[in-house]
């Protein structure tokens, strides 16, 4: 993890996950463009189902486990970078829920579409900027259309949604927060594949209450004392 700009209260944390493949996923033809863009093939071609971004989601239990085992011995990491990947560890285990792009507003899809194309950058390792500027020049259900077909012709799905994580306050309260995120994932092979998966927690959270199992498998251990300021995590 790194770049947590705190002083701009807004941490900010990278990771860069590739897993193997485990997804079945119809392919389509890096020739074929969508004139039209039917809700068929943005189901088929374009979004994750919800099980599949949860087999997603749950692959990183043992990365967020290992990022904070690393940062509580790093010694330079601050309080709130260490709780960040101690709730996410437990956020993930919850069920999640997937936002249809086509029952979306036009104007939250085309959002979510600057975004996944934003975040496919860094799939695809290639500069996309002159994509991302005729799609701030269209109109935003002409932007949308052409960035669908971005995805499409890079074979690339894109699954948002959010978690509602229920919990007990470390000042004994119920609270309840919601995380979102947006999952791009990319197949590489027959054997592997890409993701890039973004969290973003708008809003200050109080703290859960600091509690773990033995060994440290379960549960979050933080030392925080105040609000955890919005983040982002990807």
């Excluded at 890079?154 to 978690?163: D, T």
Aim: proline letters at 5%.
């Amino acid at each position: 993890m790194k770049n947590c700009l705190v002083n701009k209260q807004i941490l900010n944390i990278f990771l860069l996950i590739t897993l193997a493949a485990f997804l079945i996923l119809p392919k389509i033809s890096l020739s074929e463009e969508f004139k039209e863009i039917t809700p068929e093939d943005v189901e088929k071609y374009l979004t994750l189902s919800e099980q599949d971004a949860k087999n997603l989601l749950q692959t990183l239990i043992q990365v967020f486990t290992t990022e904070w085992i690393n940062l509580e011995a790093s010694g330079y990491s601050t309080a709130e970078e260490n709780a960040v990947p101690a709730i996410l560890r437990e956020v993930v285990r919850i069920d999640i829920l997937n936002h249809l792009l086509i029952d979306a507003p036009v104007e939250i899809t085309g959002k979510i579409i600057k975004s996944a194309i934003e975040i496919a950058r860094l799939i695809l390792a290639q500069d996309i900027s002159s994509v991302l500027e005729k799609f701030e020049k269209e109109s935003v259900q002409r932007a949308v259309e052409y960035g669908m077909n971005f995805l499409f012709q890079n074979e690339i799905r894109v699954a948002p949604g959010a978690i509602k994580f229920r919990y007990t306050s470390y000042q004994e309260a119920e609270k309840e927060a919601i995380f979102q995120y947006l999952i791009i994932y990319k197949l590489l092979d027959a054997k592997s594949g890409k993701v890039e998966i973004r969290f973003y927690s708008p809003n200050p959270i109080e703290p859960p209450e600091s509690k773990q199992s033995i060994g440290g498998v379960k549960g979050i251990y933080h030392e925080l004392q105040h609000d955890l300021p919005p983040f982002i995590v990807q």
